[in-house]
């Protein structure tokens, strides 16, 4: 078991969320007082920061457990992470992350398995898992095989016979090197113009769906301020053979999906519903990057649920 103490400072926020074109009001430093019922009181972290930090935090690990070579002699291309969101982190909170031991499972397939958590103050933040396995561990029967070229789609468009919203992005270093600052990772572990690396970090790619999801709400006309979403948990399957061929400005296509309501969908066994979101990052030859399952919950109706409001 590891444990490391962290900080965030108000200026990590401002850099991870224009590295990554999130313009959710939760994170600003002014607009925050514009949300409706905002329990907060400031600002809050963004979710992907989090997870970046438990992807650099896994990479110390696994480097000083020598288990990165299990990882290679055994194929496991897929960096997998379960994450529930239990309560909001403010900048300028002391917080904690733990990563538990590694288990090594080997029925039905090899994996490599570990719990984290991460609290501040003896709450909650949020508990999850990362696994290293040779499958993704979601959405992996999606058949794409069937989308159209989608660099002759319009930007922010519906794709045609498909339940997908077309977001496209380009990936550019320097927009991965402060998130990875941002997050409080080193970037010079994944960029060092000196010794020509540049490797993408697994969870920069996929913190574009946060931008996505926001562009598609506001061409829906959502309204932000009186009715805000959170996130209450990420799910995502990351392919690091297709992520080490990433290189400065190439084009990601990132599809979305948006699922029906359903009281059968409930958030921790409530009545309230959740708002799940599919997601898929496709590269060259529609080769699929990542796949990511968000879930968001109405504020209001959390607050409801707690008897805030």
């Not at 990057?289 to 919950?297: G, P």
Request: aromatic share 8%; with cysteine; proline share 4%.
């Amino acid at each position: 078991m590891t444990e490391t103490r962290f900080i965030f400072d108000q200026i990590h926020l401002e850099v991870a969320r224009n590295a990554s074109d999130d313009f959710n009001l939760f994170h600003d430093k002014h607009k925050w007082l514009q949300v409706t019922h905002n329990p907060f009181r400031g600002p809050i972290v963004l979710g992907f920061q989090l997870n970046t930090l438990i992807e650099y935090q896994m990479r110390l690990y696994r480097e000083s457990h020598h288990e990165n070579q299990i990882i290679e002699e055994n194929n496991l291309r897929y960096s997998n992470y379960q994450i529930t969101f239990v309560n909001a982190l403010r900048p300028r909170v002391e917080f904690e992350l733990d990563v538990k031991k590694t288990l090594i499972k080997t029925i039905p397939d090899l994996t490599l398995s570990n719990r984290i958590s991460i609290k501040s103050a003896g709450k909650t933040i949020l508990l999850g898992f990362k696994k290293e396995t040779n499958k993704p561990l979601l959405l992996a029967d999606e058949n794409l095989s069937s989308l159209p070229n989608l660099n002759q789609l319009p930007d922010k468009s519906q794709v045609a016979d498909s339940d997908f919203f077309l977001k496209r992005k380009h990936l550019h270093n320097g927009n991965a090197k402060n998130f990875l600052s941002g997050s409080l990772a080193e970037q010079s572990d994944y960029f060092d113009e000196l010794t020509h690396t540049a490797h993408y970090p697994e969870v920069f790619p996929v913190s574009l769906t946060s931008g996505a999801l926001l562009e598609k709400a506001q061409m829906e006309n959502h309204d932000f301020k009186r009715n805000p979403m959170v996130y209450t948990s990420h799910a995502f399957s990351v392919d690091r053979h297709h992520l080490e061929q990433l290189k400065n400005n190439d084009k990601l296509h990132i599809l979305v999906r948006q699922l029906p309501e359903s009281s059968d969908n409930t958030l921790n066994q409530t009545k309230i519903q959740l708002r799940t979101y599919d997601c898929f990052g496709l590269i060259d030859n529609n080769d699929v990057l990542f796949r990511i399952r968000l879930n968001l919950a109405p504020l209001e109706e959390i607050l409801k649920g707690a008897g805030q409001l």
